[in-house]
Structures are given as C-alpha cells and as structure tokens.
C-alpha cells in the first residue's frame, strides 16, 4: 500500500519569514495531494490540494509543488503569521482506491512573534 | 458548507465496554471514514463505507467494528475497549467525486476516547 512519509515534525519560524514543510509517497499511482490543517481540538482542514497533472499550484500565501518523478511534494506557506501556527498533513490518494487518504505524520509549526 | 457531526467529543469509558462513537454528515456523501489520530502517527483509517450497509477495512481494522444503516451516519464500534485504544478518532466523509473531480474529504472536530 501507499506509504508517506513528512519531515519536518515539527518547525519554527519568525513571523514573516516562510515555512517549508515536504511529503514523499511511494506508490506511482496516486494522483491526489491533498494538504490539511489542524488548530487545536479541531478536526483537519483541507487548504490546498494538487493533482498529478499539474506541477504548482498556489492560493494567497500558499502554494504546493509535486514532482511526480521524484514522487515528491511540499507544502510553502510565505509571510507567515501567528495564525499559521498549527499542524499540518499531507496526504496521497489515487483514481479507484475509494477516496482513501494515506496520511503523513504531522508537521507542528510554529509561528513566533 | 459540509458539515460532519460527531456526537461525543469526551469520552471515559472502563476496560471491556462496549463504546459506538456516532457520526452524522448532512450533504447527503457516499464516503465515510473513521480514522485514529496518535502523536507521531499522523491519521490512521480504521474503516471506510462507500455505501449504505457496506463496509471495507483500512489499515488498522482490529478492535474494531462499524455499521452504515442510513447513508448519512457511520458509527464506529468498540466491542470491548481497551487502554491501548485511548485516542482521538475522526470521522470524515466525502463524495464519490469532488465537483473538480478531487477526492476532498472532510473531517469532524474529533472524539477524544480515554480507556481506564
């Protein structure tokens, strides 16, 4: 099955400055990279999401990159401010496996004053 | 906007109970989901229902059981609880295709279950 793996779990940065946050998947077929938010006793939030058939994709201050031939995706976010601050998952699902989102293990950002 | 409902957002319950967490979702979605959120392990599926009364296993299916008798609400079935099943659970749902074609899914805030 699909296998994703995130780094960093966990990262600070000043506010402003831009954070970086990356995903690696395994199986060629997924073609979905959905990117979820989680604020503190809340359930995730999807923010952005790219397909395999496209390369970046940006909204505001966000913007995701996929690399399908080093099956690889990140998520950046610019101008960070206080409200970024929460955990983040990517995820990786393909054509015909049901919806089924195989998630990665959480990147903890923190944005400082 | 969609909106996934889970009933209980704390529980405590004794080892060796019977615990059904309930989700309710009201945009009429084929798709449901209950995964496991631990520290470190990011989201675990535990089932998914693509259908009224049908169900498949995900990654971590042992312990556990669900029913889908009505299209909008999937529970989530502790037979017999147990300390190592204190987590948060998250149940989500989506449609079959997205109205882009994506496979957006969409979560609840979340039951934190405690077993003592």
């Known amino acids: 099955g699909e296998n994703v793996e995130q780094h960093p779990s966990t990262l600070s940065v000043q506010e402003g400055d831009s954070a970086v946050i990356k995903c690696t998947y395994s199986d060629s077929a997924s073609n979905y990279f959905p990117w979820y938010k989680q604020e503190l006793g809340k359930g995730p939030q999807l923010i952005i999401d790219i397909r395999s058939n496209v390369g970046e994709k940006k909204d505001q201050r966000i913007a995701v990159t996929l690399n399908k031939t080093a099956k690889h995706f990140s998520l950046h976010i610019t101008e960070t401010q206080p409200e970024d601050s929460a955990v983040y998952f990517c995820a990786a699902s393909k054509t015909g496996g049901g919806n089924k989102l195989t998630f990665g293990t959480g990147t903890q950002l923190k944005v400082e004053l | 906007d969609v909106k996934v409902t889970q009933s209980s957002r704390y529980l405590v319950k004794r080892t060796g109970e019977k615990v059904f967490l309930e989700c309710v979702q009201d945009?009429?979605?084929?798709?449901m989901f209950w995964y496991r959120q631990d520290p470190g392990l990011g989201l675990r599926l535990i089932y998914f229902s693509y259908d009224v009364k049908m169900k498949e296993k995900g990654d971590i299916p042992e312990g556990y059981s669900v029913s889908r008798e009505k299209k909008e609400r999937f529970s989530l079935i502790l037979e017999s609880a147990s300390t190592n099943q204190t987590s948060m659970y998250l149940c989500?749902?989506?449609?079959?295709?997205?109205?882009?074609?994506?496979?957006?899914?969409?979560f609840g805030e979340g039951s934190w279950l405690t077993v003592v």
């Open positions: 989500a749902s989506s449609p079959v295709k997205g109205a882009d074609g994506g496979n957006t899914i969409y």
């Open positions: 945009m009429d979605h084929e798709n």
